[in-house]
């Protein structure tokens, strides 16, 4: 174990050598070389932040901020996260004078983290980014006065047993549940075991017991075909932006069966969808779009001004892996992030011809507060180019994005870039506002023809400009919640 400590110090030692270097020609205060493992945490993630972090330069010098200050025993993580939070916040948006990252929960960034494990385990995520789940596979919401199922995944315990988004719950382990009963749901669908007392057929009571498994999953939830008046409307649940190689069959498959039957509108349902993988995110906008757009901008990525003119040493302590994992020989050396272009030219995003679907000429998203990050991507790619509408609630707001540092034992994943469409926009940090508000009704399954953000979206594609807009019912969600975020696996070698 001590041997295994230096090792820690001495690369840490290594990694503020690099990123202190310019700083001492410059006379700017540095941290001291020397300190207990924690210290030299706190100082790296720092120095990181100095080099990497898209707004780094609101973050004040070294002796004013005083990373040390976190290194305070106890938890280390917690000390950490703490000093992330702190980092975060000093970048105000101009346009409503809070930091960028200011997300109103205390201590927390609306879009940095940091963690003991790789974001393939996701951000709070029940299913991880290679479609994983080890859970009981569904989550509830309170709507009124009633619990439901708000999602069940694919090939969880909770689908096998043949529960569905929708269906009313009356009781947990034997104790009858109501909108009041957060705390007990939250803490009975974190364990190993549950008996729930359901009503598949609406008014007939039925007890099924879960146990929680290992299972894969996919992140389409539900594929159908519905109509609008005259026109076929293909409509998809899409849960997360898992990892291409892992998703791009499950969105093949759904597309496919949107060009038989040749639908001539999309609803695109994200309204769980936190994120995930660009690439991925890329891939479903190329099933969209017409290939009259190809080559044309889908989006672009600006990094800070110090990474486009690789000016950020400090990355040289970052190996690059390839998308086998692999780490990649470049100019007789094992590749790090250092190398890599970080350029705007380098990191423009185009539309290629993907899909074989053609016939859209009109694309509903519904959305809601969840939907965050590589959602509003695909969202805000096709604004430029296609009639798109946003059925449901504000979302979330996350035009930027992250590829994972590792430091010590953990990975931290701060925004490192910000996205723009083809017509420069990008500016919805706030959210994106819907066209057409409505309720995210669970008390009926995804693209059920009664549930109210479907029919919203049916009876605008059919013609009735307003769409169906109703009394917005809040809705309070329990149990696993989607992963949160936008990483980015695709960069170049200069």
Not at 15 to 28: E, G, I, P, V, Y
Not at 82 to 99: C, D, H, M, S, V
Not at 409 to 436: C, E, L, P, R, W
């Amino acid at each position: 174990m001590k041997k295994n400590n230096s090792l820690v110090q001495l690369l840490l030692l290594s990694m503020l050598w690099f990123a202190c270097k310019k700083d001492k020609q410059t006379d700017t205060p540095t941290p001291p070389a020397e300190g207990t493992r924690e210290q030299l945490t706190t100082d790296s993630l720092y120095l990181y932040a100095k080099q990497i972090y898209l707004w780094y330069d609101a973050i004040p010098a070294v002796d004013v901020f005083k990373p040390r200050q976190y290194a305070t025993g106890g938890n280390v993580l917690s000390n950490y996260q703490r000093e992330l939070y702190a980092i975060t916040q000093f970048k105000t948006n101009p346009l409503t004078g809070e930091a960028y990252e200011y997300s109103g929960i205390p201590g927390h960034p609306k879009y940095s983290f940091i963690s003991e494990e790789s974001l393939s385990g996701g951000r709070q995520g029940s299913i991880d980014l290679s479609d994983k789940g080890e859970d009981l596979g569904l989550g509830l919401s309170a709507s009124g006065t009633e619990v439901r199922i708000r999602i069940v995944y694919p090939a969880s315990p909770a689908a096998t047993a043949g529960l569905t988004r929708g269906m009313k719950v009356n009781a947990i382990n034997g104790t009858p549940v109501s909108s009041s009963s957060g705390a007990f749901i939250e803490n009975a669908l974190n364990g190993s075991n549950v008996t729930l007392t359901v009503e598949k057929t609406a008014g007939v009571p039925e007890v099924v017991g879960l146990t929680k498994k290992k299972y894969t999953s996919s992140a389409v939830l539900k594929t159908t075909i519905l109509n609008a008046g005259a026109q076929k409307v293909g409509y998809i649940a899409y849960g997360r932006f898992s990892l291409y190689n892992v998703t791009k069959a499950a969105i093949d498959q759904a597309f496919f069966q949107f060009v038989t039957a040749g639908v001539t509108s999309l609803i695109v349902d994200l309204r769980y969808n936190g994120g995930g993988y660009t690439e991925s995110a890329e891939y479903l906008v190329n099933q969209i779009a017409p290939s009259s757009l190809d080559g044309k901008v889908m989006y672009v990525e600006y990094f800070n001004d110090l990474m486009q003119k690789g000016q950020v040493p400090i990355l040289k302590e970052q190996l690059f892996l390839n998308s086998a994992g692999q780490p990649v020989m470049w100019n007789g050396h094992w590749a790090t992030y250092a190398d890599l272009d970080y350029t705007v030219a380098k990191n423009t995003y185009k539309f290629t011809s993907d899909g074989a679907l053609n016939s859209v000429k009109q694309v509903v998203f519904i959305v809601g507060g969840n939907t965050a990050s590589a959602s509003e991507l695909v969202i805000n790619s096709l604004k430029p180019y296609m009639p798109v509408k946003l059925v449901g609630a504000t979302t979330y707001g996350k035009p930027v994005g992250f590829f994972g540092i590792k430091i010590d034992k953990y990975t931290v994943y701060m925004s490192n870039f910000y996205m723009q469409n083809a017509n420069g926009d990008g500016n919805y940090f706030h959210g994106m506002n819907v066209d057409i508000p409505a309720e995210d009704d669970v008390r009926h399954d995804f693209g059920d023809e009664g549930e109210t953000s479907v029919m919203s979206a049916l009876n605008y594609i059919e013609g009735h400009p307003a769409g169906r807009v109703g009394p917005v019912i809040p809705v309070v969600h329990m149990g696993p919640v989607s992963f949160n975020g936008m990483i980015e696996t695709r960069l170049k070698l200069r």
